[in-house]
Antibody
């Protein structure tokens, strides 16, 4: 069965960095585009970043552009999000999600919590 | 900046019908935005209900349906059940590999 398992979250000070990982299993990872989507505590969902199946095309939300970097390793069935210059407003649960036809996200991980606080 | 609008909250009686909407701060929602709907209960990851305006995701009961109503995307729940009490999010595809989520609607069944 399809599984997405995020890791790497934690407490970090403003201005700090963190690298999130998402381990995929149960499907051919290299066939699917992926995204990171976040949810601040008690708030709604926010799309963060997209990466194509090959990794050749990448997009970011304006709120993270220039600070976050998405990448993937298809040989390791893994998705990453390098987060630099973190701000308090980046505090959220970060989900990795599989994208598929219909421009939808059909599988989501359980999320990893990132807390940015001094 | 594009803002996707949803009703913050809605209430429906058990067995009743409710329609949640998803609009744009500027302009109309069309099928070209590939509107999708997600259901989320507290502490859980979102679950896909509807995609491409009106296609039900696998395993989703047929009491959930999607459409375009006027200038908005709509999610209709017919015969609401207690376990439909959740947060519902719409998301629109803006092109160039980017999406914008609405703020979500908290649905109460009582």
């Amino acid at each position: 069965q399809v599984q997405l398992v995020e890791s790497g979250g934690g407490l970090v000070k403003p201005g700090g960095s963190l690298r999130l990982s998402c381990a995929a299993s149960g499907f051919t990872f290299s066939d699917y585009y992926m995204s990171w989507i976040r949810q601040a505590p008690g708030k709604g969902l926010e799309w963060v970043s997209y990466i194509s199946s090959s990794g050749s095309t990448i997009y970011y939300a304006d709120s993270v552009k220039g600070r976050f970097t998405i990448s993937r390793d298809n040989a390791k069935n893994s998705l990453y999000l390098q987060m630099n210059s973190l701000r308090a407003e980046d505090t959220a649960v970060y989900y990795c999600a599989r994208g598929t036809r219909g421009l939808r996200f059909d599988y989501w991980g359980q999320g990893t919590l990132v807390t940015v606080s001094s | 900046q594009t803002v996707v609008t949803q009703e913050p909250s809605f209430s429906v009686s058990p067995g009743g019908t409710v329609t949640l909407t998803c609009g744009l701060s500027s302009g109309s929602v069309s099928t070209s935005y590939y509107p999708s709907w997600y259901q989320q209960t507290p502490g859980q990851a979102p679950r896909t209900l509807i995609y491409s305006t009106n296609t039900r995701s696998s395993g989703v009961p047929d009491r959930f349906s999607g459409s375009i109503l006027g200038n908005k995307a709509a999610l209709t729940i017919t015969g609401a059940q207690a376990d439909d009490e959740s947060d519902y999010y719409c998301v629109l595809y803006m092109g160039s590999g980017s999406w914008v989520f609405g703020g979500g609607t908290k649905l109460t069944v009582l």
